[in-house]
């Protein structure tokens, strides 16, 4: 079921490296100074600055606008100069606060863009929420298993739909094919360490739970604002001038639910390595294993389909290899201690005898390299609109069937299985035969997402 498969979450990070992303690429613009949202619109500012950002002509030259002929318009401006296009320059510092504004409007729709999808998705959500009380209900290893299909089918779905703030990094072919021998290298290192008798345990896990404060700062705004009246979270909190300056902030606010869920990740990253047994605290890593996995599938894209191919063939072969051919994922998955799993306290052994490792497990790799396809497929819906069969669910339904089977076969077998055997052939097999039904096969094969652009710092130009 995928058990020891920590090692593919070190392979989604390691996509980060291969991508050269680092952690301010990957969520400067989901900051909370990002959500400095409510701002007068910036066509409303612009114009108490007229004269600084639109191009005024004087009123009498409306009189000729129907006047096409070009010489007249040329000897007008020469023989009545008060007629003449006024062209004032923009300076430095009006250029930074138009570009700035504009920045903030646009990064305020885009959180209400976030706000409004979570709303959309309010009972996949609600579904995921009453799944973590499945713990008090039992341990038994049925419902370990459920709560870890339940968890990782609605992350995948939930994060494949989810809307980000800023364009995500393109992987681009080259980087994809090597992906595999890079995640290779990363964990060969890990289980090395382990064997001489270095254990990276806590600075690993250290890093990890650095992100997770990020990545719930970030993935709690949305959830916050559907929860909280409208008035939490327009209001805006003044901060000192030094951490002002030191974050560009202009006014020196930030908005109120930004820093709760700040708080939030701050307190769960506390509780995370505060002196309390796993056992007792599982959950709790859960959470921050989920937030860190929504951030990724936001973060990251495909680029294309051809990529995605490369990049799931590749993981194919390489989790079948160290799963079945040898004992390092084991060692790596039941040594190192870190958010960048689902795990779920297993029962005793048949014959009554304590577990080794005490927890059903499931990497967070399993869950992030097929939900970047899934995600992948919504944007093919948004670009083919296809007539027949959405692409996103047939990849989500695909997701479930294969992580079902891994499930099913670990419970026949009683031996760990590399999930990624299970899921890669589903997930490109879903879309391929969705092209087919929807006579868009070829397209798929080609498909290319477009890469979003950043705004540009053109100006809006009113005569």
């Given at each position: 079921m995928g058990l020891l498969a920590i090692s593919k979450i070190i392979l989604a990070y390691c996509l980060l490296s291969c991508l050269v992303i680092t952690p301010s690429q990957c969520f400067s613009q989901q900051s909370l100074s990002s959500r400095n949202r409510h701002v007068p619109p910036v066509n409303i500012l612009q114009k108490k600055n007229r004269d600084a950002t639109r191009i005024f002509a004087s009123s009498e030259t409306s009189d000729n606008t129907q006047n096409t002929n070009p010489f007249k318009k040329i000897f007008d401006s020469i023989l009545s100069p008060s007629k003449a296009v006024i062209l004032p320059v923009e300076t430095e510092e009006q250029k930074r606060i138009r570009l700035e504004l504009e920045r903030r409007q646009e990064l305020a729709d885009a959180e209400n863009r976030r706000a409004v999808r979570t709303k959309e998705d309010a009972i996949p959500y609600l579904l995921l929420l009453s799944i973590q009380f499945l713990p008090l209900v039992s341990t038994d290893r049925a419902v370990g298993i459920f709560y870890l299909f339940g968890t990782a089918l609605g992350t995948v779905y939930v994060g494949g739909r989810?809307?980000?703030?800023?364009?995500?990094?393109?992987?681009?072919?080259?980087?994809?094919?090597?992906?595999?021998?890079?995640?290779?290298?990363?964990?060969?290192?890990?289980?090395?360490?382990?064997?001489?008798?270095?254990?990276?345990?806590?600075?690993?896990?250290?890093?990890?739970?650095?992100?997770?404060?990020?990545?719930?700062?970030?993935?709690?705004?949305?959830?916050?604002?559907?929860?909280?009246?409208?008035?939490?979270?327009?209001?805006?909190?003044?901060?000192?001038?030094?951490?002002?300056?030191?974050?560009?902030?202009?006014?020196?606010?930030?908005?109120?639910?930004?820093?709760?869920?700040?708080?939030?990740?701050?307190?769960?990253?506390?509780?995370?390595?505060?002196?309390?047994?796993?056992?007792?605290?599982?959950?709790?890593?859960?959470?921050?294993?989920?937030?860190?996995?929504?951030?990724?599938?936001?973060?990251?894209?495909?680029?294309?389909?051809?990529?995605?191919?490369?990049?799931?063939?590749?993981?194919f072969f390489y989790d079948i290899f160290w799963v079945f051919g040898t004992d390092v994922m084991m060692t790596v998955a039941t040594k190192i201690e870190a958010p960048i799993k689902f795990i779920y306290p297993a029962p005793p052994n048949i014959d009554g005898s304590i577990r080794a490792y005490p927890f059903s497990v499931l990497g967070l790799g399993d869950i992030v390299i097929p939900g970047l396809f899934v995600r992948f497929m919504g944007v093919m819906d948004k670009e083919l609109k296809p007539e027949k069969i959405s692409y996103l669910n047939a990849g989500a339904i695909a997701y479930g069937v294969g992580l079902a089977s891994c499930f099913i076969v670990n419970e026949i077998t009683h031996a760990g299985q590399p999930a990624l055997l299970y899921l890669d052939p589903a997930c490109i097999g879903s879309a391929l035969a969705c092209g087919a039904v929807n006579g868009q096969l070829e397209k798929v094969w080609n498909f290319e997402e477009i890469q979003q652009s950043q705004p540009s710092d053109s100006i809006e130009i009113e005569l």
């Open positions: 989810q809307e980000v703030i800023s364009p995500a990094e393109q992987i681009k072919k080259e980087n994809a094919a090597v992906a595999p021998i890079f995640a290779s290298f990363s964990i060969l290192i890990l289980y090395a360490l382990l064997k001489s008798g270095i254990d990276p345990t806590a600075l690993y896990a250290f890093g990890v739970s650095a992100f997770g404060v990020i990545a719930i700062s970030d993935i709690g705004v949305p959830l916050l604002r559907n929860l909280l009246p409208a008035s939490f979270s327009s209001t805006e909190i003044e901060v000192p001038e030094k951490v002002a300056n030191k974050l560009q902030l202009d006014p020196p606010t930030l908005p109120l639910d930004g820093l709760t869920t700040l708080a939030l990740g701050i307190l769960c990253t506390a509780l995370y390595w505060s002196p309390i047994a796993m056992e007792q605290k599982f959950l709790l890593s859960n959470f921050i294993a989920w937030a860190l996995a929504m951030t990724s599938l936001g973060s990251i894209s495909l680029g294309s389909f051809q990529t995605a191919v490369i990049l799931l063939s590749g993981l």
